[in-house]
């Protein structure tokens, strides 16, 4: 006999995160195919470890949490976190302090399109920060615990890949220094 | 401390991840630095860029169904009586639809208060924060009308600690608004009057009512088809009372 409570329950909680899961899945992955297969096998891991899920923990981060695991050991996840640059001194490294130009965002239709391109071409774990930060609206709390890190590094490392991303609009032209003129 | 040192935490701050204490002394820095506000300013733009472009990919509907039949096929686990699992699973998902309900709607108006406090912040911090320059409302009014479908009241200040700086338009939630700046003391604040309806009568109460975001106090309020904002840095007294004066004149 199924336990209708259970599985009830857990699709109560779970299936609302499906569209916010898929997309980071496909952000993650860079496919469509493989975005999907992860979504699916995160629901089928979850669904198969709610039992020792604890009540009072932060359910979306750890679905979160699940489907980003399950992508690290992934043949994508395995090559990407390969190929990808460690980054020296990660752990709770003090910032680097701001330009005194600060830079000022070009607002054009274009932007948004620039910007996902460089989300795109961040390293992994400016990636997942950023998209957890700033388009899931986790709290650090909980971005930590999705990502398996402490706060003082989600703080770092969101401060780091937002400057990034900054970085490379500031390359494509989209935003400029203060005082300069952008260009097309 | 230096402003390099204030601008490490701009990003924390931003995301009101910072301790009550240095969230206040941070408002506190921000409200007489120009070079830290312009930085801060960046950063929620950034955020709001992010947060929309970031929302790309859309699943197949198929996958859904898929997944919704596996979770409806999986076996038991476990030896629950059927009954008594069932009656549970209606009071754990009565329960669980109103947390998932509730934070999700706080989240809606927070981020529509945070949109608000937003510009705010961004026409102190812009070269010519208001387009109308006068401290006489007798000026001020009238440079709205034919440009917003309402028309409003600005109250009589005699007598009050405020003064009027002036006034712009402003788009909210996607519909055109009067934006007033006001003095008291060292501070600003800023009064916003839109249409209500949509969002706003949807998310926000009808009387006043306090927030506080970015450490910036907030109240809003709806009366006669028209709803108001007031945010400062200043103390949230002084909001409430420009509120006050304010429901009095209209
Ligand atoms: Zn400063």
Redesign the pocket.
């Known amino acids: 006999m199924p336990d209708v409570g259970k599985n009830a329950e857990f699709e109560a909680l779970a299936l609302p995160l499906f569209d916010s899961l898929y997309n980071f899945a496909h952000w993650l992955a860079q496919d469509r195919h493989d975005a999907e297969d992860l979504v699916q096998e995160t629901y089928a891991k979850a669904l198969k470890g709610f039992g020792s899920f604890r009540p009072g923990t932060n359910f979306r981060a750890w679905m979160f949490k699940i489907l980003r695991n399950t992508f690290l050991t992934s043949r994508t996840g395995l090559s990407s976190s390969h190929t990808e640059p460690l980054e020296p001194g990660d752990e709770d490294r003090v910032l680097p302090v701001t330009s005194h130009t600060p830079e000022t965002l070009v607002i054009t239709q274009d932007l948004g399109e620039a910007l996902q391109q460089a989300i795109e071409a961040l390293p992994l774990a400016s990636r997942e920060v950023l998209l957890l930060a700033d388009v899931e609206e986790m709290s650090y709390h909980d971005i930590a615990e999705a990502l398996s890190i402490p706060i003082g590094t989600v703080m770092s490392r969101l401060a780091r890949a937002r400057k990034a991303a900054r970085q490379k609009l500031i390359e494509s032209g989209y935003a400029r220094k203060k005082g300069t003129v952008a260009r097309q | 401390m230096?402003?390099e040192a204030?601008?490490t935490k701009l990003d924390a701050y931003a995301d009101a991840e910072l301790p009550a204490e240095t969230m206040r002394s941070m408002a506190e820095?921000?409200s007489?630095?120009?070079?830290?506000?312009a930085?801060l300013v960046q950063i929620i733009q950034q955020k709001r860029v992010t947060a929309l472009a970031g929302k790309r990919y859309s699943a197949p509907p198929e996958l859904r169904a898929r997944i919704r039949q596996q979770i409806e096929a999986k076996p038991a686990r476990g030896g629950w009586q059927w009954a008594l699992g069932l009656a549970l699973a209606a009071v754990v998902v009565i329960g669980l639809g109103l947390a998932i309900v509730l934070p999700s709607r706080t989240a809606a108006r927070n981020r529509l208060i945070a949109g608000v406090v937003d510009s705010h912040i961004t026409a102190l911090a812009s070269a010519s924060p208001v387009d109308v320059v006068s401290t006489d409302r007798h000026t001020v009014k009238p440079w709205f009308a034919g440009k917003l479908p309402f028309t409003f009241n600005l109250p009589e200040l005699g007598g009050s600690p405020f003064t009027l700086d002036g006034g712009r338009m402003v788009y909210l939630d996607s519909r055109p608004g009067a934006h007033l700046i006001y003095g008291v003391r060292k501070h600003h604040l800023s009064v916003f009057i839109l249409q209500d309806g949509g969002d706003f009568s949807r998310l926000l109460p009808t009387a006043a009512e306090p927030w506080r975001s970015l450490s910036f106090n907030v109240t809003s309020w709806s009366a006669g088809g028209l709803r108001y904002f007031v945010v400062s840095d200043a103390a949230p007294e002084d909001v409430s009372a420009l509120a006050e004066l304010l429901k009095r004149a209209n």
């Open positions: 230096t402003c204030w601008q820095h921000l007489g630095c120009p070079a830290c506000t930085e």
